[in-house]
């Protein structure tokens, strides 16, 4: 059986109806991209300004004790 070959538009566009919101789960427009609207870019926004997200590493905070000085 022969496959459909598929331009890269194509292919590009039906990727981005599986993705979803990282926020709420739903569809994203193309104005907000990834987000499904600007409520959800800002809610992510706020998560990474309060620390809710972070990226871990084994780097001790500056004011930690047990840093040498």
């Keep these: 059986m022969a496959e459909k070959l598929v331009s890269f538009p194509e292919a590009r566009a039906r990727r981005a109806r599986k993705k979803k919101c ?23 926004l706020r998560r990474w300004l309060t620390g809710e997200y972070r990226i871990p590493t084994k780097e001790l905070p500056a004011d930690e004790p047990g840093e040498e000085s």
């Excluded at 789960?25 to 992510?44: H, I, M, T, V």
């Design 22 to 44: 990282p926020v709420c789960g739903r569809p994203p427009l193309q104005a907000n991209a990834p987000f499904c609207s600007k409520r959800c870019a800002d809610e992510d």
